[in-house]
């Protein structure tokens, strides 16, 4: 269950991933395999082979990328999440969802 984004948030990563960008999406998140991880970043692109990439590139198994037929994407949890999101460069989602109160390095 996606929390703590707007329609217009969706819809911007949706036209992103669909148009083959890495495209990031950061949300709170609640499941129960997961019960001390309160958000994830979904990084996703239309173009599995650019999102296979991406993930080798950044020390992920492309093997765990979620094929969704329009929306295919990777879930960042814990850790690795804010250290991408930080050489992404996109500070807004660390800060909006405050991991660096619960991550640290």
């Known amino acids: 269950m996606a929390l703590g984004?707007?329609?217009?948030?969706?819809?911007?990563?949706k036209a992103a991933v669909s148009r083959g960008?890495?495209?990031?999406?950061?949300?709170?998140?609640l499941d129960n395999r997961?019960?001390?991880?309160?958000?994830v970043t979904k990084?996703?692109?239309s173009d599995l082979n650019h999102l296979a990439a991406w993930c080798r590139d950044n020390g992920l198994n492309p093997a765990y990328i979620h094929h969704r037929q329009d929306y295919p994407h990777f879930d960042l949890l814990a850790p690795k999440q804010l250290e991408?999101?930080?050489?992404?460069?996109?500070?807004?989602?660390?800060e909006r969802f405050k991991l660096l109160d619960e991550y640290t390095e």
């Open 5 to 13: 984004i707007t329609r217009q948030e969706l819809n911007e990563w």
């Open 21 to 29: 960008e890495i495209a990031f999406l950061t949300h709170y998140w």
């Open 34 to 39: 997961f019960p001390h991880i309160r958000t």
């Open 43 to 45: 990084v996703g692109c």
């Open 84 to 94: 991408i999101l930080r050489r992404e460069g996109l500070l807004s989602h660390i």
